[in-house]
């Protein structure tokens, strides 16, 4: 991934080697392929200021143990695989398998995750399920699901199932501020669980279900795999190799500098080399608070992001439950998420490891304090009796967009004034759009570039 071509005109240019700059750099370089009609002349460049490409996505290595940052579990029929088909052999020889859930209740319990009728319903008895039921149809006429976030959750489960299951606590947690500052168009587009696990017919489904012997995975439904034990490099590698093959120039470590009009009409792009990229389509899946300025225009406010610190901890001892990841839904402690990362890449030297999360909005945060709130917690819940070891920890800066109110006003602005200065920009950061999973990212690029 060695330097471009100063001064060459490219047939696009897109910022961002993550998921949406390569599925984009995808989409293009697919287009240029079906023209058949330009020769050796270049057709598209990506940009990026890491070094290496995946964005987000990141496996850390630390003695003998694996850790992620970012989501790490793929279908294999999600649309990013299918843009690089060899990545799959090598993530088949990881142990595929549905990914198992749980959560501590505020009353310190394993229950099932998000909602579980035994211990959120039953377990606090009847004249408590009833008030439950109730708040819950209460809910749907006192509360406006379109005011924000919290008002959103009131309206479809009601204020008891709200607060009595902890889920005020853990999106306190989820989106690094308070659910009532939170706007509801974010909770539409990305709490619909929510909503789908709060009608009459999903309760009465999950009532079947219990009922039920649990049926095999149906083969047709696609495995759910996990990134190579090799790490997201080796991911990432075949994405560069495949698209070199199809005529694209990936640079790493690139130093953008700034953007600027060509005279013969689009963009210019400069490196701190002093290398000159120019193109008259230009392609952005970076944060906006680095696009705006380098094309030299304002931030709008209200952009805010959450940073996200991973403590990277390796136990041996009686663990206690078996779920592969578990969510904090009680009153206290910081941390939102575990994922036991030994479950999918296999035990070290006898030792299972896992990652905590913490979102942050302020990025001060001491990994030995925030591992003694996750110890004291667990140690109350029963759960990693034994030796529990924290082997390092990583702060991921501007991780997650965090959807104040004004959020959406202030994205449309931005993306407005990139695109009046030639700049196309999608993404989690180009479009401040919280995107859970690569299938998301992938589907919101493709989309948005099927105009061009």
């Not at 700034?258 to 400069?270: C, Q, S, T, Y």
């Not at 890449?345 to 945060?365: K, Q």
Request: charged share 20%.
């Amino acid at each position: 991934m060695g330097g471009g071509n100063a001064g060459v005109r490219w047939d696009a240019i897109v910022l961002g080697g993550g998921v949406s700059g390569l599925v984009a750099a995808s989409v293009l370089s697919q287009r240029r392929e079906g023209r058949g009609d330009r020769g050796s002349v270049p057709s598209v460049l990506v940009l990026d200021d890491y070094p290496r490409l995946g964005g987000n996505h990141t496996s850390v290595d630390i003695g003998p143990y694996t850790f992620d940052i970012g989501s790490f579990v793929f279908s294999e029929h999600t649309r990013f695989l299918t843009h690089f088909p060899r990545m799959l052999p090598l993530m088949a020889n990881q142990q595929p398998g549905t990914v198992s859930t749980a959560r501590i209740s505020p009353a310190l319990r394993l229950a099932r995750y998000p909602f579980d009728l035994s211990e959120d319903l039953l377990r606090p008895g009847l004249v408590s399920a009833a008030a439950m039921i109730g708040s819950a149809l209460h809910g749907r006429l006192a509360h406006d699901q379109n005011l924000n976030a919290e008002s959103f959750c009131r309206h479809w489960v009601g204020d008891r199932v709200y607060r009595q299951t902890g889920l005020k606590h853990y999106m306190t947690r989820l989106l690094g501020e308070d659910p009532a500052q939170i706007e509801s168009d974010f909770a539409h587009k990305r709490l619909g669980w929510i909503k789908r696990n709060a009608g009459a017919g999903a309760v009465a489904g999950r009532l079947i279900a219990r009922l039920r012997p649990r049926r095999a995975r149906q083969p047709g439904a696609g495995r759910l795999l996990v990134r190579p034990r090799a790490g997201f490099e080796a991911m990432y590698r075949v994405a560069e190799e495949d698209l070199g093959a199809r005529g694209v120039t990936i640079r790493t470590d690139a130093g953008l500098t700034r953007i600027e009009p060509a005279p013969g009409g689009g963009n210019v792009v400069h490196l701190a080399d002093g290398a000159r990229h120019e193109t008259g389509c230009l392609i952005s899946t970076i944060p906006l608070h680095q696009s705006l300025p380098l094309c030299g225009l304002d931030l709008p406010g209200c952009l805010p992001t959450a940073s996200l610190l991973s403590l990277f901890v390796s136990f041996e001892g009686e663990r206690g439950f078996d779920a592969n990841t578990l969510y904090n839904f009680t009153h206290e402690g910081r941390w939102k998420r575990l994922t036991m990362h030994s479950d999918f890449y296999g035990h070290a030297g006898g030792r299972a490891y896992f990652s905590v999360e913490i979102a942050l909005r302020a990025p001060e945060a001491d990994p030995a304090q925030m591992l003694a709130e996750f110890r004291d917690l667990a140690d109350r819940v029963g759960i990693f009796r034994g030796d529990l070891r924290l082997e390092g920890a990583r702060l991921t800066s501007h991780a997650y967009p965090v959807h104040l109110q004004g959020a959406s006003a202030a994205t449309s602005s931005a993306i407005a004034q990139l695109r009046s200065a030639g700049v196309l920009s999608f993404g989690r950061q180009g479009g401040f759009d919280y995107q859970p999973t690569a299938t998301v990212s992938a589907y919101v690029a493709e989309r948005a570039l099927s105009g061009r």
